[in-house]
């Protein structure tokens, strides 16, 4: 018995001193679970390009600039992609071939107190398209100006540990141009279709739910967003509904750096109604005009960056880049194929 004890009080010995040695050597306690927040360091906002992820203390106001680049080439009809000679034989006038889309957005974000956050947006676009016509020809259209504000408000329903659950409310306001015009084959100062216009034109609703993440070197997320038109512009006609699921993980590889990966599912409804400033046989001329070949769902895999300024000249400062292509998109054509997608932000946190 005494034997027994003697040997079970060595083991404990053996084993305790041992444990709390392990403890002593990782002052990280890699081995305790992780149940915090931290909001300095660098993947504790969501990749740039996704808005609403995250949420501030009271009295915070952080300013926010993205310069966003869209490039679209080439039309596809469901999944399949079309050549202009393609759009042409389906007995359209004029093929659109390739539209850039350069946006700066810029953001205001205000701290009501730990639970409400608000956020204001707005977009400046420049908008360009190419055509080849079935005549041989080509022709540019270009567009530019301020797009649609977006106010909206982060409602933190869970936020707790190194969870968070932010119910999102937003309101787009119709500042954008729907009178956009430019030179065509039919002359000069004609009215744009569709994808040319700066603006929807109708107050939206956007409704959404952010979900985010923190583990020790991990975190993660995601996002679903609704853009819901109430009622029709004062040309006639309103942008289809659009849906949004994105979800993402990012690894810190230290305090002032992560890097991420994203998905991006997008679905987006066909034109209501028509637009009264295009003449009637427009659709039949290009397929940009046509309300019924606008609707497309489309799932982007995206790569990014993320920085945080820890030292004290970048204190507070954030930069951040996410690049992305689509591996999966269907759409209502002719219509003309995204290829590529770009954010590249900076933030800055007033505290
Ligand atoms: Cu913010």
Redesign the pocket.
């Known amino acids: 018995m005494k034997y027994l004890m003697t040997c079970a009080l060595a083991c404990v010995l053996i084993v305790t001193p041992a444990g709390a040695t392990e403890r002593v050597l990782d002052p990280m306690h890699t081995t305790a679970p992780y149940s915090e927040w931290n909001d300095v360091r660098a993947d504790a ?1 969501a990749p740039i390009a996704v808005m609403g992820d ?1 949420n ?1 203390e009271g009295g915070e106001i ?1 300013l ?1 600039y993205r310069y966003m680049f869209m490039e679209m080439d080439g039309n596809r009809s469901g999944t399949s992609r079309l050549s202009p000679a393609d759009v042409i034989a389906q007995g359209f006038a004029i093929a659109p071939t390739r539209m850039t889309m350069d946006m700066h957005m810029f953001g205001l ?1 205000y701290g009501v107190n730990h639970d409400l956050t608000l956020m204001a947006m707005l977009p400046w676009i420049s908008l360009s398209m190419d055509h080849l016509t079935g005549m041989g020809g080509s022709f540019t259209t270009k567009t530019e100006g301020i797009g649609d504000a977006k106010l909206s408000a982060m409602y933190a329903l869970h936020d707790r540990g190194n969870r968070k659950l932010l119910a999102n409310v937003g309101v787009g306001i119709p500042t954008g141009s729907i009178e956009e015009r430019d030179t065509t084959p039919a002359g000069p100062n004609q009215p744009l279709p569709y994808p040319m216009q700066l603006g929807s034109g109708t107050y939206d609703l956007l409704p959404g739910l952010t979900f985010t993440a923190q583990e020790r070197r991990w975190s993660w997320g995601a996002q679903a967003q609704m853009v819901l038109r109430l009622g029709r512009n004062s040309k006639g006609y309103s942008l289809g509904d659009r849906g949004k699921v994105t979800a993402w993980m990012a690894y810190l590889l230290a305090d002032w750096v992560s890097a991420s990966v994203r998905l991006d599912a997008n679905k987006w409804g066909n034109i209501d109604g028509v637009d009264e400033q295009l003449p009637a046989m427009a659709p039949m001329m290009v397929p940009t005009a046509d309300p019924d070949r606008r609707g497309g769902e489309r799932v982007d895999a995206l790569l990014g960056v993320n920085l945080y300024g820890t030292n004290s000249a970048f204190a507070d400062h954030r930069l951040a880049l996410e690049v992305g292509v689509p591996v999966y998109q269907s759409l209502d054509g002719p219509q003309l194929e995204t290829d590529f997608v770009a954010t590249l932000g900076w ?1 800055y ?1 007033f505290r």
Do not use: E, F, K, V
């Open positions: 906002h995250h501030h952080m926010a974000m933030q946190l």
